[in-house]
Protein backbone atom coordinates (compact mmCIF):
# COMPACT_ATOMS: atom_id res chain seq x y z
CA UNK A 1 0.00 0.00 0.00
CA UNK A 2 1.28 3.31 -0.80
CA UNK A 3 1.26 6.26 1.42
CA UNK A 4 -0.56 9.51 0.76
CA UNK A 5 0.97 12.79 2.17
CA UNK A 6 -1.67 15.11 3.63
CA UNK A 7 -1.12 17.21 0.64
CA UNK A 8 -1.80 14.59 -2.11
CA UNK A 9 -5.32 13.52 -0.02
CA UNK A 10 -6.48 17.63 -0.08
CA UNK A 11 -5.22 18.16 -3.40
CA UNK A 12 -7.15 14.92 -4.69
CA UNK A 13 -10.69 15.69 -2.64
CA UNK A 14 -10.04 19.37 -4.09
CA UNK A 15 -9.64 17.96 -7.64
CA UNK A 16 -12.97 15.90 -7.34
CA UNK A 17 -14.92 18.68 -5.97
CA UNK A 18 -14.17 21.09 -8.21
CA UNK A 19 -13.98 18.96 -11.47
CA UNK A 20 -17.34 17.49 -10.47
CA UNK A 21 -18.96 20.45 -12.42
CA UNK A 22 -16.26 20.37 -15.31
CA UNK A 23 -16.97 16.43 -15.88
CA UNK A 24 -20.61 17.32 -16.99
CA UNK A 25 -20.33 20.45 -18.44
CA UNK A 26 -23.45 22.83 -18.80
CA UNK A 27 -25.98 19.65 -19.44
CA UNK A 28 -29.79 21.19 -19.33
CA UNK A 29 -28.85 24.39 -18.51
CA UNK A 30 -27.30 25.11 -21.70
CA UNK A 31 -30.50 24.13 -23.39
CA UNK A 32 -32.46 26.14 -21.83
CA UNK A 33 -30.12 28.90 -21.95
CA UNK A 34 -30.65 28.25 -25.73
CA UNK A 35 -33.91 28.16 -25.83
CA UNK A 36 -35.13 30.94 -23.36
CA UNK A 37 -32.22 33.43 -24.29
CA UNK A 38 -30.65 32.54 -27.48
CA UNK A 39 -34.20 31.69 -29.36
CA UNK A 40 -32.94 28.52 -30.69
CA UNK A 41 -34.96 25.94 -32.48
CA UNK A 42 -35.29 22.47 -30.70
CA UNK A 43 -33.86 20.53 -33.23
CA UNK A 44 -30.79 23.15 -33.10
CA UNK A 45 -30.61 22.46 -29.30
CA UNK A 46 -30.94 18.54 -29.98
CA UNK A 47 -28.10 18.83 -32.18
CA UNK A 48 -25.37 20.47 -30.36
CA UNK A 49 -26.57 18.62 -27.23
CA UNK A 50 -25.75 15.58 -28.69
CA UNK A 51 -22.85 15.99 -29.98
CA UNK A 52 -21.04 16.12 -26.21
CA UNK A 53 -21.85 12.74 -25.96
CA UNK A 54 -20.75 11.47 -29.34
CA UNK A 55 -17.51 13.29 -29.08
CA UNK A 56 -17.35 11.59 -25.32
CA UNK A 57 -17.97 8.25 -26.46
CA UNK A 58 -15.51 8.63 -29.62
CA UNK A 59 -12.70 9.50 -27.31
CA UNK A 60 -13.24 7.21 -24.60
CA UNK A 61 -11.05 4.65 -25.79
CA UNK A 62 -8.02 6.54 -27.25
CA UNK A 63 -8.21 8.80 -24.28
CA UNK A 64 -8.12 5.68 -21.84
CA UNK A 65 -5.01 4.40 -23.90
CA UNK A 66 -3.09 7.52 -23.74
CA UNK A 67 -3.63 8.11 -19.91
CA UNK A 68 -1.93 4.70 -19.98
CA UNK A 69 0.97 5.23 -21.90
CA UNK A 70 1.98 9.22 -20.35
CA UNK A 71 3.37 10.43 -17.50
CA UNK A 72 1.83 13.72 -17.42
CA UNK A 73 -1.23 12.92 -16.17
CA UNK A 74 -2.03 15.61 -14.67
CA UNK A 75 -1.30 17.92 -17.28
CA UNK A 76 -4.18 15.59 -19.27
CA UNK A 77 -6.26 17.03 -16.41
CA UNK A 78 -5.70 20.60 -16.24
CA UNK A 79 -5.18 20.72 -20.30
CA UNK A 80 -8.50 19.42 -20.16
CA UNK A 81 -10.25 22.02 -17.40
CA UNK A 82 -8.09 25.20 -19.11
CA UNK A 83 -9.83 24.41 -22.31
CA UNK A 84 -13.63 23.67 -21.13
CA UNK A 85 -12.66 26.82 -18.99
CA UNK A 86 -12.12 28.85 -22.41
CA UNK A 87 -15.27 27.03 -24.32
CA UNK A 88 -17.76 28.40 -21.60
CA UNK A 89 -16.42 31.58 -22.09
CA UNK A 90 -16.43 31.56 -25.49
CA UNK A 91 -19.68 30.38 -25.72
CA UNK A 92 -21.03 32.53 -23.63
CA UNK A 93 -19.63 35.55 -25.90
CA UNK A 94 -20.45 34.19 -29.45
CA UNK A 95 -23.56 31.90 -29.20
CA UNK A 96 -23.64 30.89 -33.32
CA UNK A 97 -24.15 27.40 -33.86
CA UNK A 98 -20.74 27.04 -34.80
CA UNK A 99 -19.23 27.95 -32.14
CA UNK A 100 -21.57 26.40 -29.50
CA UNK A 101 -21.23 22.84 -31.45
CA UNK A 102 -17.25 23.05 -31.70
CA UNK A 103 -17.72 23.51 -28.05
CA UNK A 104 -20.06 21.15 -27.00
CA UNK A 105 -17.57 18.42 -28.85
CA UNK A 106 -14.60 20.04 -27.22
CA UNK A 107 -16.52 19.80 -23.68
CA UNK A 108 -16.94 15.87 -24.76
CA UNK A 109 -13.51 15.22 -25.53
CA UNK A 110 -12.15 16.93 -22.35
CA UNK A 111 -14.67 14.83 -20.08
CA UNK A 112 -13.33 11.18 -22.27
CA UNK A 113 -10.07 12.51 -20.82
CA UNK A 114 -11.14 13.51 -17.14
CA UNK A 115 -12.23 9.99 -16.22
CA UNK A 116 -9.47 7.89 -16.90
CA UNK A 117 -7.02 10.39 -15.88
CA UNK A 118 -8.65 10.82 -12.55
CA UNK A 119 -8.56 6.87 -12.06
CA UNK A 120 -4.83 6.59 -13.07
CA UNK A 121 -3.81 9.28 -10.65
CA UNK A 122 -5.83 7.91 -7.28
CA UNK A 123 -4.70 4.48 -8.64
CA UNK A 124 -0.90 5.40 -8.61
CA UNK A 125 -1.09 7.06 -5.92
CA UNK A 126 -2.62 4.73 -3.22
CA UNK A 127 -2.18 1.33 -5.43
CA UNK A 128 -4.19 -1.15 -5.07
CA UNK A 129 -4.62 -2.17 -1.61
CA UNK A 130 -6.30 1.07 -0.85
CA UNK A 131 -7.60 1.99 -4.26
CA UNK A 132 -11.53 0.85 -3.38
CA UNK A 133 -11.71 3.14 -0.56
CA UNK A 134 -10.15 6.27 -2.18
CA UNK A 135 -12.03 6.23 -5.08
CA UNK A 136 -15.28 6.49 -2.40
CA UNK A 137 -13.62 9.01 -1.08
CA UNK A 138 -13.51 10.80 -4.48
CA UNK A 139 -17.48 9.91 -5.39
CA UNK A 140 -18.08 11.76 -2.21
CA UNK A 141 -16.75 14.82 -3.01
CA UNK A 142 -17.38 14.51 -6.59
CA UNK A 143 -21.15 14.48 -5.12
CA UNK A 144 -20.86 16.77 -3.04
CA UNK A 145 -19.15 19.19 -5.85
CA UNK A 146 -22.53 18.27 -8.28
CA UNK A 147 -24.80 19.28 -5.31
CA UNK A 148 -22.89 22.84 -4.41
CA UNK A 149 -22.77 23.42 -8.49
CA UNK A 150 -26.62 23.04 -9.45
CA UNK A 151 -27.36 24.96 -6.24
CA UNK A 152 -24.65 27.92 -7.11
CA UNK A 153 -26.13 27.80 -10.53
CA UNK A 154 -29.97 28.06 -9.58
CA UNK A 155 -28.64 30.68 -7.12
CA UNK A 156 -26.64 33.32 -9.75
CA UNK A 157 -29.23 32.44 -12.24
CA UNK A 158 -31.81 33.78 -10.37
CA UNK A 159 -30.20 36.67 -8.37
CA UNK A 160 -28.07 37.96 -12.07
CA UNK A 161 -28.65 35.81 -14.96
CA UNK A 162 -28.47 32.85 -16.73
CA UNK A 163 -24.71 34.24 -18.51
CA UNK A 164 -23.81 33.61 -14.68
CA UNK A 165 -24.09 29.66 -15.10
CA UNK A 166 -21.32 30.21 -17.98
CA UNK A 167 -18.99 32.23 -16.21
CA UNK A 168 -19.27 29.48 -12.86
CA UNK A 169 -18.31 26.67 -15.39
CA UNK A 170 -15.07 28.42 -16.33
CA UNK A 171 -14.22 29.59 -12.52
CA UNK A 172 -14.67 25.21 -11.55
CA UNK A 173 -12.56 24.88 -14.39
CA UNK A 174 -9.57 26.98 -13.49
CA UNK A 175 -9.49 25.66 -10.26
CA UNK A 176 -9.80 22.05 -11.31
CA UNK A 177 -6.66 23.10 -13.03
CA UNK A 178 -5.19 24.51 -10.01
CA UNK A 179 -6.00 21.01 -7.81
CA UNK A 180 -4.45 19.11 -10.62
CA UNK A 181 -1.20 20.34 -10.65
CA UNK A 182 -1.40 21.00 -6.71
CA UNK A 183 -0.72 17.50 -6.69
CA UNK A 184 2.91 15.92 -6.16
CA UNK A 185 3.63 14.30 -9.48
CA UNK A 186 6.67 12.53 -8.02
CA UNK A 187 4.23 10.69 -5.91
CA UNK A 188 2.23 8.84 -8.50
CA UNK A 189 3.83 5.44 -9.66
CA UNK A 190 2.72 5.65 -13.09
CA UNK A 191 3.29 1.89 -13.46
CA UNK A 192 0.77 0.74 -10.87
CA UNK A 193 -1.16 3.58 -12.20
CA UNK A 194 -1.90 1.32 -14.95
CA UNK A 195 -2.32 -1.82 -13.81
CA UNK A 196 1.17 -3.11 -13.52
CA UNK A 197 2.17 -5.18 -10.87
CA UNK A 198 5.73 -6.14 -9.57
CA UNK A 199 6.85 -9.41 -8.76
CA UNK A 200 6.98 -12.91 -10.27
CA UNK A 201 4.23 -12.26 -12.91
CA UNK A 202 6.77 -10.78 -15.73
CA UNK A 203 8.17 -7.62 -13.83
CA UNK A 204 6.49 -4.13 -15.50
CA UNK A 205 6.02 -4.93 -18.63
CA UNK A 206 2.31 -4.36 -19.98
CA UNK A 207 0.82 -7.50 -21.43
CA UNK A 208 -0.91 -7.51 -25.07
CA UNK A 209 -4.04 -5.85 -25.50
CA UNK A 210 -5.64 -9.25 -26.84
CA UNK A 211 -5.59 -10.24 -23.16
CA UNK A 212 -8.13 -7.32 -22.10
CA UNK A 213 -10.69 -10.18 -24.29
CA UNK A 214 -9.28 -13.24 -22.66
CA UNK A 215 -10.86 -11.36 -19.54
CA UNK A 216 -14.17 -13.28 -19.02
CA UNK A 217 -14.70 -11.17 -15.78
CA UNK A 218 -14.07 -8.01 -17.78
CA UNK A 219 -16.94 -8.80 -20.36
CA UNK A 220 -19.28 -9.86 -18.51
CA UNK A 221 -19.12 -7.05 -16.30
CA UNK A 222 -18.79 -4.59 -19.44
CA UNK A 223 -21.99 -6.77 -20.41
CA UNK A 224 -24.12 -5.92 -17.00
CA UNK A 225 -23.17 -2.20 -16.83
CA UNK A 226 -24.14 -1.42 -20.27
CA UNK A 227 -27.67 -2.94 -19.46
CA UNK A 228 -28.06 -1.23 -16.36
CA UNK A 229 -27.53 2.41 -17.95
CA UNK A 230 -30.19 1.28 -21.00
CA UNK A 231 -32.18 0.77 -18.32
CA UNK A 232 -31.53 3.34 -15.89
CA UNK A 233 -30.48 6.89 -18.55
CA UNK A 234 -33.94 7.38 -19.73
CA UNK A 235 -35.72 6.75 -16.37
CA UNK A 236 -34.84 10.79 -14.73
CA UNK A 237 -36.01 12.45 -18.76
CA UNK A 238 -38.96 10.42 -18.77
CA UNK A 239 -40.14 11.44 -15.08
CA UNK A 240 -39.62 15.03 -15.89
CA UNK A 241 -41.21 14.62 -19.21
CA UNK A 242 -44.36 13.07 -17.46
CA UNK A 243 -44.47 16.06 -14.95
CA UNK A 244 -44.02 18.42 -17.16
CA UNK A 245 -47.36 16.94 -19.30
CA UNK A 246 -49.40 16.21 -16.44
CA UNK A 247 -48.71 19.18 -13.97
CA UNK A 248 -46.93 21.75 -16.02
CA UNK A 249 -43.36 22.99 -16.84
CA UNK A 250 -43.05 24.93 -13.82
CA UNK A 251 -43.11 22.06 -11.78
CA UNK A 252 -41.14 19.71 -14.02
CA UNK A 253 -38.41 22.37 -13.72
CA UNK A 254 -38.44 22.52 -10.21
CA UNK A 255 -38.84 19.06 -9.59
CA UNK A 256 -35.84 18.29 -11.94
CA UNK A 257 -33.53 20.46 -9.42
CA UNK A 258 -34.81 19.15 -6.79
CA UNK A 259 -33.79 15.63 -8.42
CA UNK A 260 -30.30 16.89 -8.53
CA UNK A 261 -29.51 18.22 -5.31
CA UNK A 262 -31.35 15.01 -3.70
CA UNK A 263 -29.72 12.38 -5.49
CA UNK A 264 -26.02 13.85 -5.06
CA UNK A 265 -26.73 14.16 -1.69
CA UNK A 266 -27.74 10.59 -1.36
CA UNK A 267 -24.56 9.94 -3.57
CA UNK A 268 -22.43 11.52 -1.05
CA UNK A 269 -23.59 9.08 2.07
CA UNK A 270 -23.59 6.35 -0.08
CA UNK A 271 -19.98 6.56 -1.19
CA UNK A 272 -18.87 6.90 2.68
CA UNK A 273 -20.41 3.87 3.27
CA UNK A 274 -18.92 2.11 0.55
CA UNK A 275 -15.55 3.33 1.48
CA UNK A 276 -16.22 1.71 4.44
CA UNK A 277 -17.42 -1.96 3.26
CA UNK A 278 -15.89 -2.36 -0.14
CA UNK A 279 -12.93 -3.84 1.39
CA UNK A 280 -14.68 -5.90 3.92
CA UNK A 281 -18.18 -7.11 2.45
CA UNK A 282 -16.04 -6.94 -1.35
CA UNK A 283 -17.25 -5.81 -4.81
CA UNK A 284 -20.08 -8.10 -5.78
CA UNK A 285 -22.37 -7.72 -2.42
CA UNK A 286 -22.07 -4.25 -3.06
CA UNK A 287 -22.76 -3.88 -6.68
CA UNK A 288 -25.97 -6.34 -6.59
CA UNK A 289 -27.41 -3.84 -4.45
CA UNK A 290 -26.86 -0.77 -7.27
CA UNK A 291 -28.60 -3.40 -9.50
CA UNK A 292 -31.63 -4.18 -7.38
CA UNK A 293 -32.38 -1.23 -6.53
CA UNK A 294 -32.74 0.44 -10.48
CA UNK A 295 -36.25 -1.98 -11.19
CA UNK A 296 -37.31 -1.05 -8.28
CA UNK A 297 -37.28 2.90 -8.76
CA UNK A 298 -38.45 2.07 -12.09
CA UNK A 299 -41.23 0.32 -11.00
CA UNK A 300 -42.27 2.61 -8.15
CA UNK A 301 -42.83 5.50 -10.43
CA UNK A 302 -45.75 3.65 -12.31
CA UNK A 303 -47.57 3.62 -9.22
CA UNK A 304 -48.18 7.64 -8.97
CA UNK A 305 -47.85 11.13 -10.60
CA UNK A 306 -47.67 13.03 -7.66
CA UNK A 307 -44.03 15.25 -7.60
CA UNK A 308 -42.97 14.85 -3.74
CA UNK A 309 -43.51 11.06 -3.99
CA UNK A 310 -41.62 11.07 -7.12
CA UNK A 311 -38.93 12.64 -5.38
CA UNK A 312 -38.90 10.20 -2.79
CA UNK A 313 -38.72 7.51 -5.18
CA UNK A 314 -35.66 9.47 -7.31
CA UNK A 315 -33.46 9.53 -3.72
CA UNK A 316 -33.14 5.55 -5.20
CA UNK A 317 -31.14 6.92 -7.97
CA UNK A 318 -28.44 7.95 -5.35
CA UNK A 319 -27.80 4.22 -4.12
CA UNK A 320 -27.70 2.69 -7.35
CA UNK A 321 -25.25 5.58 -9.00
CA UNK A 322 -23.24 6.20 -5.51
CA UNK A 323 -22.59 2.72 -5.33
CA UNK A 324 -22.02 2.47 -9.35
CA UNK A 325 -19.52 5.50 -9.10
CA UNK A 326 -17.41 3.65 -6.51
CA UNK A 327 -17.08 -0.05 -7.62
CA UNK A 328 -17.14 0.34 -11.20
CA UNK A 329 -14.04 1.40 -11.60
CA UNK A 330 -12.47 -1.15 -8.70
CA UNK A 331 -13.94 -3.77 -10.85
CA UNK A 332 -11.84 -2.78 -13.76
CA UNK A 333 -8.66 -2.67 -11.77
CA UNK A 334 -8.91 -5.58 -10.18
CA UNK A 335 -9.76 -7.56 -13.51
CA UNK A 336 -6.95 -5.88 -14.95
CA UNK A 337 -4.17 -6.42 -12.53
CA UNK A 338 -1.05 -7.18 -13.94
CA UNK A 339 -1.91 -5.87 -17.99
CA UNK A 340 -0.72 -2.75 -18.02
CA UNK A 341 -3.91 -1.08 -19.59
CA UNK A 342 -6.32 -0.77 -17.06
CA UNK A 343 -6.97 2.78 -17.98
CA UNK A 344 -7.43 1.77 -21.73
CA UNK A 345 -10.27 -1.21 -19.98
CA UNK A 346 -11.70 1.64 -18.38
CA UNK A 347 -12.77 4.19 -21.28
CA UNK A 348 -13.37 1.09 -23.49
CA UNK A 349 -15.77 -0.17 -21.15
CA UNK A 350 -17.38 2.91 -19.97
CA UNK A 351 -17.41 3.45 -24.62
CA UNK A 352 -19.73 0.63 -24.34
CA UNK A 353 -22.22 1.59 -21.45
CA UNK A 354 -22.35 5.12 -22.54
CA UNK A 355 -23.52 3.93 -26.01
CA UNK A 356 -26.09 1.98 -23.84
CA UNK A 357 -27.17 4.88 -22.06
CA UNK A 358 -27.56 6.91 -25.55
CA UNK A 359 -29.87 4.17 -26.64
CA UNK A 360 -32.20 4.42 -23.28
CA UNK A 361 -33.21 7.58 -24.33
CA UNK A 362 -34.32 5.94 -28.14
CA UNK A 363 -36.15 2.85 -26.19
CA UNK A 364 -38.33 4.68 -23.45
CA UNK A 365 -38.84 7.74 -26.30
CA UNK A 366 -40.17 4.81 -28.83
CA UNK A 367 -42.19 2.94 -26.20
CA UNK A 368 -43.80 6.27 -24.46
CA UNK A 369 -45.01 7.71 -27.71
CA UNK A 370 -46.31 3.82 -28.75
CA UNK A 371 -47.87 3.26 -25.63
CA UNK A 372 -47.43 5.31 -22.74
CA UNK A 373 -44.96 6.32 -19.96
CA UNK A 374 -45.30 3.71 -17.61
CA UNK A 375 -44.78 0.97 -20.20
CA UNK A 376 -41.53 3.10 -20.96
CA UNK A 377 -40.72 2.83 -17.12
CA UNK A 378 -41.68 -0.93 -16.60
CA UNK A 379 -39.25 -1.39 -20.17
CA UNK A 380 -36.35 0.03 -18.37
CA UNK A 381 -37.16 -1.61 -15.49
CA UNK A 382 -37.11 -5.05 -16.72
CA UNK A 383 -33.65 -4.00 -18.69
CA UNK A 384 -32.10 -3.32 -15.21
CA UNK A 385 -33.05 -6.59 -14.38
CA UNK A 386 -31.46 -8.36 -16.92
CA UNK A 387 -28.53 -6.73 -16.15
CA UNK A 388 -28.88 -7.02 -12.19
CA UNK A 389 -28.72 -11.11 -13.59
CA UNK A 390 -26.53 -11.37 -15.94
CA UNK A 391 -23.83 -9.52 -12.95
CA UNK A 392 -25.17 -11.90 -10.62
CA UNK A 393 -24.30 -15.14 -12.89
CA UNK A 394 -21.76 -14.39 -15.04
CA UNK A 395 -19.38 -11.34 -12.56
CA UNK A 396 -17.18 -12.55 -9.79
CA UNK A 397 -16.26 -11.24 -7.06
CA UNK A 398 -13.00 -9.24 -7.89
CA UNK A 399 -11.52 -8.35 -4.50
CA UNK A 400 -7.95 -10.46 -4.13
CA UNK A 401 -7.61 -11.65 -7.69
CA UNK A 402 -4.06 -12.34 -8.82
CA UNK A 403 -2.66 -10.24 -11.72
CA UNK A 404 -4.48 -10.84 -14.84
CA UNK A 405 -1.39 -11.63 -17.12
CA UNK A 406 -0.30 -14.56 -14.39
CA UNK A 407 -2.99 -17.03 -15.75
CA UNK A 408 -3.42 -17.74 -11.91
CA UNK A 409 -6.82 -16.07 -12.34
CA UNK A 410 -9.99 -18.06 -11.98
CA UNK A 411 -11.40 -18.88 -15.18
CA UNK A 412 -14.52 -17.06 -14.22
CA UNK A 413 -12.83 -14.26 -13.63
CA UNK A 414 -9.42 -13.68 -15.23
CA UNK A 415 -7.66 -15.48 -18.35
CA UNK A 416 -9.88 -18.14 -19.58
Not at 26 to 36: D, H, N
Not at 139 to 148: D, M, P
Not at 257 to 283: H, N
Request: with cysteine.
Amino acid sequence: MLSVSPRNRLALDNLNFFLADVRDGLGPYLAIWLLVTQAWDAGSIGVVMSVTGFATLVFQTPAGALIDAVRWKRAAIAGGAGIVAIAAVVMVATPSFAVVFGSQIVLGAAAAVFTPALAAITLGLTGPAAYGVRVARNEAFNHAGNAAAALLAGLLAHLFSAEAIFWLLALMGLLSAASALAIDGKAIDHDIARGLTTGDHGGLQPSSLGVLLQVRGLLMLTVAVSLFHLGNAAMLPMVGQKLALLRGADVAFTYMSACIVVAQLVMVGVAALAARYVDTLGRRPLFLIAFAVLPVRGLLYTVTDDPIALLAIQSLDGIGAGLFGVLFPVMIADLTRGTGHTNLALGASSMIWGGAASLSFVLAGTMASLVDYDAAFICLAFIAAAGGAVFAFAVPETRGLLPAKSGAVPAVGGVS
